[in-house]
Every structure is written in structure tokens, then in C-alpha cells.
């Protein structure tokens, strides 16, 4: 039994976007408003996924090339 029929639909994860919209109308130049709103496929979730250790391999040589000298210490994050 292959993956794809153990597993049956195979969906990507949705994310909502949601769009302020703005507009002047050309007679008196007032302002119209108003929103729009719609379902994204998330592949960028996806290829993160799909790619992990590459993301935290580049991650981790972020974070070596990082400047902790002056950076806060425990005590000062905790004030924060």
C-alpha cells in the first residue's frame, strides 16, 4: 500500500490574509475604505519544513556570527 493511499487527500496548510483597502474617489477626493480577505496556501511552512536542516544549520551560523559582547546579560533581559 503506497504512502499517498495511507494517507488519502493530502492538503497544504491555509493561512488568511487580510488586505486593508483604501481609496479617493475623483469627484471630491474622499477617502473609501474598506478590507478584503482570503485563504493562502502556507508552502512557505511547507518548504520550511522540508528543508529543516538546512533552515537550522543557516540559522545557527546566524546566530555564531552574532556580537554578544554587547549583548544584554540574563539580569538586564529579566528588567525588560
Known amino acids: 500500500m503506497g504512502l499517498w493511499s495511507t494517507l488519502?487527500?493530502?492538503a497544504w496548510p491555509k493561512h488568511?490574509?487580510?488586505i486593508p483597502?483604501?481609496?479617493m474617489t475623483a469627484d471630491k477626493g474622499?477617502?473609501?475604505?474598506?478590507s478584503a480577505s482570503g485563504e493562502v496556501s502556507d508552502k512557505f511552512a511547507f518548504t520550511i519544513w522540508l528543508n529543516k536542516e538546512a533552515v537550522i544549520?543557516?540559522?545557527?551560523a546566524e546566530l555564531d556570527r552574532?556580537?554578544?559582547a554587547n549583548a544584554l546579560t540574563q539580569q538586564q533581559?529579566?528588567?525588560?
Open 16 to 18: 488568511t490574509v487580510h
Open 30 to 34: 474622499a477617502a473609501v475604505t474598506g
Open 57 to 60: 544549520r543557516a540559522l545557527s
Open 8 to 10: 488519502g487527500s493530502v
Open 21 to 23: 483597502l483604501v481609496a
Open 66 to 68: 552574532c556580537d554578544y
Open 77 to 80: 533581559r529579566e528588567v525588560r
